[in-house]
């Protein structure tokens, strides 16, 4: 830096000496300019300036006599592009300021390209899709997470549009112990892109994703003390985890800025996600390494696939409130087609995000005929989570997840647990997850007695680049099961375990 400021200000000395066209288009206010010199009689300044000036740059004076008697070549003026940030040329002798980065406002961000350090490595950034705050705060349908949470994916730019792509594709080995165990190889994952362009003051976003999970079948994988849904339409599914459906999201949505840091946005997806819930266990960074779906999935956000969903919301700053009017019918045992079926389900959440680590959320939802093999049956739901996600020293990424859940059917209300970690660096990541639900679904009895259940588990994946944009990543998890006496002979002991080896590609 010290060199450059010594060689700039000698080669604008010497310009203003040397070369009068360009001495007086430098010209500025207050500043006189030197009367024109003669051709062959210089002033000791100059010549002090011009020897200077040959120390300090080899191509300023030739070393040659003859090239003494040389003229200079008349200077080609062209005139700079006029910026609002252009800096003026400071006068001789004074010391060349340098342009200073402008702090980003992202209240006047024009939801196109922005640099913003801490953009998961991909040297660009953009405002979100639902305000004029950092992309890397938006998850799953309208949810939130901190702004310091790693935003993955692909990214390219045609014209006005901003084009995402991010997928992750698992083949996994399932072992799972005990009586109601088994042992299973299924693919999951999921493949998703976006496109956003600037309209108005706003964006326009459209956003698409599918998933490779029913070509696992209608039964799902084994998951011990997972309850939900069911395989054939007339059977519910326990100790399994039932597949994803084909088309996971697609949605449009639009917002326009109403004010210096908010905006007014609406979303609707078929399938979408409505506002309930901390965001999809498969896009929550504490976690989502992990091929094995959580057993709180259905108190927390089992509503990331519902078909039929819009969403009216407000963003102030770091606040949010919205409101989202969807059909609440869970996905059937048809895993290939697009559903439909009436908006008559309702939920609110409000979202705050009180610095960029923490993303705080609270919900609540009234769910009308949501379970396939309860048909009348009305639920309502609670929720209330907090995120956290932060670089915890150079290389090395923490994030958190702390969630609560509530069901309330038949007269009862059931609550359900979750705390996840990831720890990353380098190419290793170690995740965890603990959690604790009170489910009356793992014996298949009408009004069957509440069972307090736990879960712990623990892995780790090996990420190796294979390309630039791809990563084959390779990693394994163990779980413990925690069941209480009433339900320990029908699993063969109070603690059966499971485990899980996977081989993953990644793009990124």
Not at 275 to 302: C, K, N, Q, V, Y
């Amino acid at each position: 830096m010290k060199k450059t400021l010594i060689v700039t200000v000698s080669a604008l000395a010497l310009a203003t000496v040397g070369t009068p066209a360009v001495a007086q288009h430098a010209h500025m206010p207050g500043m006189e300019m030197p009367a024109k010199p003669k051709p062959k009689a210089k002033a000791p300044a100059q010549k002090a300036a011009t020897k200077k000036a040959s120390i300090k740059t080899a191509v300023t004076k030739p070393k040659t006599p003859a090239a003494k008697k040389k003229a200079a070549p008349k200077p080609t003026h062209v005139a700079p592009k006029k910026t609002a940030t252009a800096p003026k040329p400071a006068p001789v002798g004074e010391p060349v300021p340098m342009p200073m980065p402008i702090p980003m406002d992202h209240s006047q961000v024009d939801h196109g390209q922005m640099e913003s350090p801490g953009h998961a490595g991909h040297g660009m950034a953009m405002s979100g899709a639902l305000g004029s705050y950092p992309m890397e705060r938006e998850s799953s349908g309208t949810a939130w997470q901190p702004d310091r949470s790693e935003h993955q994916g692909l990214h390219i730019t045609r014209g006005d549009w901003s084009l995402m792509g991010h997928g992750v594709l698992n083949l996994v080995a399932d072992h799972q112990s005990g009586r109601r165990g088994d042992d299973k190889v299924f693919a999951s994952g999921m493949l998703m892109g976006t496109a956003r362009r600037p309209v108005g003051n706003g964006t326009l976003q459209f956003k698409a994703m599918v998933s490779p999970d029913p070509l696992m079948g209608k039964s799902g994988y084994p998951l011990l003390l997972a309850s939900g849904e069911t395989a054939n339409g007339t059977d519910r599914l326990i100790d399994r985890q039932h597949p994803h459906d084909f088309f996971m999201e697609l949605s449009g949505s639009i917002s326009q800025n109403i004010g210096p840091k908010s905006s007014a946005f609406l979303y609707a997806g078929l399938p979408g996600e409505p506002a309930f819930g901390p965001p999809a266990f498969m896009h929550r960074e504490a976690i989502l390494d992990s091929p094995e779906a959580p057993i709180t999935h259905h108190w927390l956000d089992s509503t990331h696939i519902t078909f039929g969903v819009v969403t009216a919301g407000l963003v102030f700053d770091r606040a949010k409130v919205e409101v989202s009017r969807f059909n609440a019918r869970e996905p059937d045992q048809h895993r290939w087609n697009i559903e439909t079926g009436p908006l008559d389900s309702t939920s609110v959440r409000v979202s705050w995000n009180p610095v960029r680590t923490l993303a705080f959320q609270g919900s609540w939802g009234h769910f009308v005929d949501p379970e396939q093999l309860e048909p009348g049956e009305n639920q309502r739901r609670w929720s209330a989570s907090a995120l956290w996600a932060d670089e915890v020293a150079p290389g090395w990424k923490l994030a958190g997840t702390l969630a609560w859940g509530r069901k309330h059917a038949h007269g009862h209300k059931d609550d359900a647990y979750a705390a996840e970690a990831s720890l990353k660096h380098d190419a290793w990541t170690l995740f965890g997850r603990g959690e604790i639900t009170e489910n009356r679904e793992l014996i298949d009895i009408e009004h069957a007695p509440v069972f307090r259940v736990g879960k712990l588990s623990a892995g780790a994946v090996r990420d190796f680049r294979i390309a630039e944009h791809l990563t084959l990543g390779a990693g394994g998890l163990l779980s413990v099961n925690f069941v209480p006496d009433g339900l320990a002979p029908l699993y063969g002991g109070k603690t059966p375990t499971g485990a899980m080896g996977f081989l993953r590609l990644k793009l990124d």
